[in-house]
T-cell receptor, first 115, second 113 residues
Framework: GAVVSQHPSRVICKSGTSVKIECRSLDFQATTMFWYRQFPKQSLMLMATSNEGSKATYEQGVEKDKFLINHASLTLSTLTVTSAHPEDSSFYIC???????????FGQGTRLTVV | SQQGEEDPQALSIQEGENATMNCSYKTSINNLQWYRQNSGRGLVHLILIRSNEREKHSGRLRVTLDTSKKSSSLLITASRAADTASYFCAPLQAGGGSYIPTFGRGTSLIVHP
């Protein structure tokens, strides 16, 4: 299957700082990428859908000013957690929609810890 | 997009036994996919079954689909400790539109060595 690379895999930051997470499709072009958040022993909750060259579509309850998404190219989407707080500590996973309908490929996730 | 609901939420078995987990969904689908997530990792695509298929095999995995009951099952035969993970299904709703993978709580499988 296609490869999606997510970086960093782990990050620890101080409260009030911002953290950027990158999601790259390595061997295919992804016009659409998805960002998820997962708390321990919970499901993946869709945060937003990122479309190349346009604004992201956020799910209800997700603060767009706090979770900035940029999809500047067909192979890269970034999620920036701004002014991070301890409650933002979570596991963030990106996914890229494949070239065929019904395909999606996932990154390895980023464990964010805000101290 | 619609979300699949996995059942049971947790399953604990001994190595060598078979593990069966189920997925239910609400509306007609184009296809349904199963994913595995090891603890603290991303999702790995396991198998895709199309709406016109009833059964599909991949190694030790067997997936069935019953569109009349709107359900699917994933069977892992001769389980191994390395199969310990959470398993999610993701149905693709029929009728056009964009595919947005959404997930239920998953089935947490523990295989004891």
């Amino acid at each position: 299957g296609a490869v999606v690379s997510q970086h960093p895999s782990r990050v620890i930051c101080k409260s009030g700082t911002s953290v950027k997470i990158e999601c790259r499709s390595l061997d295919f072009q992804a016009t659409t990428m998805f960002w998820y958040r997962q708390f321990p022993k919970q499901s993946l909750m869709l945060m937003a859908t990122s479309n190349e060259g346009s604004k992201a579509t956020y799910e209800q309850g997700v603060e767009k000013d706090k979770f900035l998404i940029n999809h500047a190219s067909l192979t890269l989407s970034t999620l920036t957690v701004t002014s991070a707080h301890p409650e933002d500590s979570s596991f963030y996973i990106c996914s890229a929609r494949g070239p065929f309908r019904g395909e999606a490929f996932f990154g390895q996730g980023t464990r964010l810890t805000v101290v | 997009s619609q979300q699949g609901e996995e059942d049971p939420q947790a399953l604990s078995i001994q190595e060598g036994e078979n593990a069966t987990m189920n997925c239910s969904y609400k509306t007609s689908i184009n296809n349904l996919q199963w994913y595995r997530q090891n603890s603290g990792r991303g999702l790995v695509h396991l198998i895709l079954i199309r709406s016109n298929e009833r059964e599909k095999h991949s190694g030790r995995l067997r997936v069935t689909l019953d569109t009349s009951k709107k359900s699917s099952s994933l069977l892992i035969t001769a389980s191994r400790a390395a199969d310990t993970a959470s398993y999610f299904c993701a149905p693709l709703q029929a009728g056009g539109g964009s595919y947005i993978p959404t997930f239920g709580r998953g089935t947490s499988l523990i295989v004891h060595p």
